[in-house]
């Protein structure tokens, strides 16, 4: 079963204390791998797309990597404004259709 | 370049009853897919439409239906309300087989 699971489900940090989240993953034939970034109440906003092995993104504290079975997205320096819930996905594609297989997320804090 | 949209924020509606919520997509975004969200589930795929066809659907029973227009904007609906549809519904809107944009998200309380 194709299945996503991320790691820890949550995480608190000093401010400055630098860390990184899992998402592992066992889909067979992966064609790419999104992070979001979600805050109480709203809806995930796009951070990354990964698409193959060795890929890496990064967008201001905040870079993903991939390798063959998980990816990491390591965080640098948080800010406060940092805390949220981030969420990996997998799409699958069924006849032609694609939808996206979340992880549970990591619910990230970050203390000033 | 406007995001997905979504109405209402939030319902609350009763068991029993039934509930429409309305998603518009990004201009030019053709696919759009519904997901729920609840504490205990977290994410969880309802179905994807593309072109006013729904191309692909979750485990969801037959109580939660779409439809998609042709302009792409998007309705789901749920009939028959139970206490366990209470969730946050989200709409995401795409380019076909890129990444998916969400919009803000509908909360439904079911009392």
């Known amino acids: 079963e194709d299945q996503v699971t991320q790691s820890p489900e949550a995480l608190r940090l000093q401010e400055g204390e630098s860390s990184s989240l899992n998402c592992s993953y066992t889909v067979s034939g992966l064609r790419g791998l999104f992070w979001y970034r979600q805050d109480p109440g709203k809806g995930p906003e796009f951070l990354f797309t990964?698409?193959?092995a060795g890929e890496e993104k990064e967008k201001e504290r905040l870079k993903a990597t991939l390798t063959k079975k998980e990816s990491f997205l390591h965080i640098t320096a948080p800010k406060p404004e940092d805390s949220a819930t981030y969420l990996c996905?997998?799409?699958?594609?069924?006849?032609?259709?694609?939808?996206?297989?979340f992880g549970q997320g990591t619910r990230l804090t970050i203390n000033p | 370049k406007a995001g997905v949209t979504q109405t209402p924020r939030y319902l609350i509606k009763t068991r029993g009853q039934q509930v429409t919520l309305s998603c518009s997509p990004i201009s030019g975004h053709r696919s759009v897919s519904w997901y729920q969200q609840t504490p205990g589930q977290g994410l969880q795929f309802l179905f994807e439409y593309f072109s006013e066809t729904q191309r692909n659907k979750g485990n969801f029973p037959g109580r939660f239906s779409g439809r998609q227009f042709s302009n792409s904007r998007s309705e789901m609906n749920v009939s028959t309300l139970e206490l366990g549809d209470s969730a946050l519904y989200l709409c995401?809107?795409?380019?076909?087989?890129?990444?998916?944009?969400f919009g803000p998200g509908t909360r439904l309380t079911v009392t």
């Open positions: 995401a809107s795409s380019l076909s087989r890129y990444e998916q944009y």
């Open positions: 990964l698409y193959s």
């Open positions: 996905a997998v799409p699958l594609y069924e006849e032609g259709a694609q939808k996206l297989v």
